[in-house]
């Protein structure tokens, strides 16, 4: 009411685009979060004479918070008054049940950019998962973490979170009244479903797939059954030589049926887990992995000495092809790779170390194939002489993992091997939870990107999850972003359960692990 009468307005949603902020102090790391007001559009209507209108909207997908709610005039005027919504975070778990290994889409939204809002933690069972945030995603956190534990009921909690894990009691925090958006808790069961897991190499024989120990049960009474018929005393000599040959046919080949399904039961690959209960499935190893989207600056140069690579993202090992032109003919080349020296305390800088040495074609040009190098994650520079950033190639080098085993007892050692590691204190580290249980990290950066830990297989005989998180090493408190009280804004160390909100875009790894006895 009171606006003015018999006018065409709309509907404004007062928002912010926001982003992560990274400083070289000395060396890259997230020192808060910047924001630019928006104002999104909901709706039009028109006033009646009396200045009145109704209008029905739904609430936009955005950061949680105090959102203002303004009319303005169609040349984009605003109108007084101006109401306030309060956006609360909301998350949606699914499903609610399946056998261990299997995928639970998280979905939060209307997660904040304040402290206490920007970022939620994530348990199961009492167990530090990590953590979520959405401060590039407008608010909202999409990813997937697995099921894991024995059948029955597993718990699902998630709380708001600061510097480190959840903060469990908030609304008794004297700073409460500033928190934006509120503080929600949230709460979901998931049951996981028994099943019979066996191992690939158990049904490498048909027979496996249906049962070794039903097939070595009837093959065993059908040899019994033809052996019956050659003791069996016929009047008849003609009747009673055919019978006995094909008997003895039917004996040998029951007989020998009968030992191999005896035999796949005795196989240790053959073992079931201790879920007796279920669908038999065959242990099929998962290895996934979400990698966001990594975009590079073109080269431009089109003129003069320049070299570039084919293709300009890769991983250690793959083959790269390196082209160069313009250079002076039949002349010997040596390139060199930039690549990142120094520590946290004394900063880091960039240097160049010998890669190839080609020789230039009559034309000035070269082009060599060759491995990605072991070296650490993220940009590097390809670059003959004095070339300009511009004119040299240019390499990501992406994150890549593996595990050196899929099975076996409990107690396996399992050697899990990163590289493409970084070097900056946004992608010197790599989290690792095992069965939704973060275990530590692993860190890169005096091992040229190489990262190889080793952890020991545990729990009852099934499926194990083992994951790969990217995170933050380190950073300054921004005091610019904090309310009183608060502390840093990412939870240091701790995996980061939405890559696509990484500062750099780091990849996610999923691998499945089978214990088969324990």
């Known amino acids: 009411m009171g606006f003015p009468p018999n006018t065409s307005v709309y509907l404004g949603w007062a928002s912010e685009n926001a982003s992560w902020i990274t400083q070289a102090v000395p060396t890259p790391q997230v020192t808060g979060i910047k924001s630019t007001p928006v104002v999104y559009k909901l709706g039009t209507t028109t006033s009646d004479s009396s200045g009145s209108f109704s209008l029905s909207l739904v609430v936009p997908t955005d950061y949680g918070g105090s959102h203002a709610i303004q009319a303005y005039a169609t040349n984009g005027t605003a109108i007084s008054p101006v109401a306030n919504f309060n956006l609360a975070p909301s998350f949606n778990v699914s499903p609610g049940r399946g056998p261990a290994g299997s995928p639970i889409r998280v979905v939060g939204i209307g997660l904040g950019i304040s402290p206490y809002s920007d970022n939620y933690c994530l348990y199961w069972d009492n167990n530090f998962v990590g953590y979520m945030t959405a401060v590039s995603t407008g608010g909202v956190a999409n990813f997937t ?11 699902i909690s998630i709380f708001a979170g600061n510097h480190g894990p959840g903060y469990l009691n908030p609304e008794q925090d004297p700073a409460v009244a500033y928190y934006n958006p509120p ?23 048909p027979l496996a797939a249906f049962g070794a120990p039903e097939f070595a049960s009837l093959a065993l009474i059908g040899a019994v059954f033809g052996g019956s018929l050659l003791i069996s005393r016929r009047r008849t000599e003609e009747r009673a030589a055919i019978t006995r040959m094909v008997a003895a046919i039917v004996v040998i080949v029951l007989l020998a049926i009968g030992g191999v399904g005896l035999f796949m039961t005795t196989l240790p690959g053959a073992s079931s887990s201790s ?14 992995v979400l990698r966001p989207q990594i975009v590079l600056s073109p080269n431009v140069v089109s003129a003069g000495p320049r070299i570039t690579v084919t293709p300009t993202i890769a991983s250690v090992g793959d083959d790269i092809i390196i082209s160069g032109q313009g250079f002076s003919p039949n002349a010997k080349l040596p390139l060199s790779m930039t690549t990142q020296k120094g520590s946290n305390i004394s900063g880091y800088k960039n240097v160049e170390q010998p890669f190839a040495n080609v020789t230039t074609a009559l034309d000035g040009s070269f082009s060599v194939t060759m491995k990605a190098p072991p070296v650490l994650g993220g940009v590097h520079f390809i670059t003959a002489g004095n070339l300009t950033q511009n004119s040299n190639g240019t390499l990501f080098i992406q994150r890549t993992a593996a595990i ?10 399992i050697v899990v091997q990163l590289q493409g590691v970084g070097w900056d204190f946004n992608t010197n580290i790599a989290a690792v939870d095992y069965d939704n249980n973060y275990i530590g990290y692993g860190c890169g950066f005096f091992s040229a990107g190489n990262v190889t830990i080793t952890i020991i297989a545990t729990g009852a005989p099934g499926i194990h999850n083992i994951d790969i998180w990217p995170a933050v090493w380190f950073g300054p408190i921004a005091k610019s972003q904090q309310l009183p009280g608060a502390g840093q804004l990412i939870d240091y160390d701790s995996p980061l359960l939405t890559p696509l909100d990484h500062p750099e875009l780091m990849p996610a790894f999923h691998f499945t692990f089978l214990i088969t006895s324990g």
């Open 145 to 155: 973490f697995y099921a894991s534990g024995t059948p029955g009921t597993h718990y």
């Open 183 to 205: 503080y929600i808790p949230y709460y979901a069961n998931f049951t996981v479903t028994a099943q019979q897991v066996v191992t690939s190499s158990a049904v490498g024989v």
């Open 275 to 288: 879920q007796t209960s279920g669908p038999r499935v065959v242990f099929s190893p998962v290895a996934t």
């Open 404 to 413: 050196s085993a899929t099975q076996g007892p409990s107690g396996t050692k």
